[in-house]
């Protein structure tokens, strides 16, 4: 299996654009996961969904950030507008859980962003 | 929702030498993780392990579910082991993985 797959690797683009940053999970995982790192905050989960549903989206910053999974295959973070603040790596992570647990995680490469 | 530790935040140490890194979580828990951020930023699955032992290569880990810590052991260190470990949990009450602050490892030449 090709692993957990991101793209782009790198975008810069300016305050104010839209970003559409892409993840194709590993075949056959039923749970997947963004995650955003910054020095300042570490690894913060901003949202994961299970079997293309979303579950939980707390840790979503705010109304600029949407995401979604429209098939098994394929999920989508947007951020409209970024902002500098939203500098940062975003992963992207799959899994196969069964009841009571998420499984195994798997990273993709990540995709680094920076807003000028 | 559930909190993790890791112990020491920094370590540096000589080719060569060995190492064990920690991982404290407050609750109970159904996965363990531990994962390797290398120098590039690529995340590297280590260990899978809620409770037990395992190891791999130069590499072992152990969790003591019951007592709610696991360790990471590294022997004989290479440069290449250089980077930031971090551990991540998950339980049925938190419903998401957890990540620990990660420990950073410099291995000198």
């Known amino acids: 299996d090709a692993g957990v797959i991101q793209s782009p690797r790198h975008e810069v683009t300016e305050m104010g654009q839209e970003v559409t940053l892409r993840c194709k999970p590993i075949s056959g995982h039923n749970s997947l996961f963004w995650y955003r790192q910054t020095m300042m905050r570490g690894l913060e989960l901003l949202i994961y969904f299970n079997n293309n549903v979303p579950i939980d989206d707390s840790g979503m910053p705010e109304d600029r950030f949407s995401a979604k999974m429209p098939n098994a295959s394929f999920s989508t973070l947007k951020i409209q507008p970024s902002e500098p603040r939203d500098s940062a790596v975003y992963f992207c992570?799959?899994?196969?859980?069964?009841?009571?647990?998420?499984?195994?995680?798997?990273f993709g490469e990540g995709s680094r962003l920076t807003v000028l | 929702g559930i909190q993790v530790e890791q112990s020491p935040p920094d370590l540096i140490l000589q080719e060569g030498a060995n190492s064990t890194l920690r991982c404290n979580f407050s609750?109970?828990?159904?996965?363990l993780q531990w994962f390797h951020q290398n120098p590039w930023g690529q995340l590297i699955n280590l260990f899978y392990i809620p409770s037990g032992t395992k190891q791999n290569g130069r590499l072992s880990a152990t969790t003591v579910a019951t007592e709610r810590y696991s360790l990471l052991y590294i022997s004989s260190s290479q440069t290449t082991d250089s980077g930031v470990y971090f551990c991540a949990v998950d339980n049925t009450n938190a419903g998401k993985s957890t990540f620990g602050d990660g420990t950073t490892l410099t291995v000198k030449p």
């Open positions: 609750d109970s828990v159904n996965n």
């Open positions: 992570a799959s899994s196969f859980g069964l009841a009571g647990g998420l499984g195994e995680l798997f």
